[in-house]
């Protein structure tokens, strides 16, 4: 079972390390780029663990009763045992902790596993980016209505 925790700046060398084994080549980001995003206001940041075991993180920001998921990854070895729900669900209780009401995020339309995540949370489509990712397919723009399912994991 996947146990949840704050990641602050100074984790961003290992939380540069994981996005590198979440995404291809060219959507990866750096140690620097994680840093300098956790470092601003109204962003957070999450990171997953089993057993001493990294398995992943996200990335989010909460301003105006809105949030938004930056990105968010699992390593490959930990794909499809729970990770993924476990920070999502933890990213929209601390979302709606900071006030927010609705939380956005982007996935690939090739990316049916994300996809399904998101679609068990409850996350309806509500715009498209076209070409958006390096290799041309489009981004979804999801919402998630957070808060009844945020207020209650706050408690």
Avoid at 73 to 84: E, I, M, Q
Avoid at 86 to 97: D, I, P, Q, T
Avoid at 104 to 109: N, R
Wanted: proline share 5%.
């Amino acid at each position: 079972m996947a146990v949840i925790r704050p990641a602050g700046a100074a984790m961003a060398d290992l939380l540069a390390t994981l996005h590198a084994e979440a995404f291809p080549p060219a959507e990866r980001w750096t140690a620097q780029a994680m840093g300098l995003l956790l470092g601003l206001s109204g962003h957070f940041g999450l990171f997953a663990e089993s057993d001493g075991e990294p398995l992943g993180f996200a990335l989010g920001r909460a301003a105006a009763g809105e949030a938004e998921v930056i990105t968010i990854g699992v390593r490959p070895s930990a794909r499809r045992a729970g990770a993924g729900r476990a920070l999502m669900e933890a990213l929209m209780a601390e979302a709606a902790s900071r006030g927010a009401e609705a939380l956005f995020l982007e996935v690939s339309e090739a990316n049916g596993p994300a996809r399904g995540l998101y679609a068990a949370l409850g996350a309806v489509e509500v715009g498209r980016r076209r070409r958006y990712y390096p290799d041309g397919t489009d981004a979804l723009v999801l919402r998630l209505d957070i808060t009844s399912c945020g207020a209650a994991k706050a408690e």
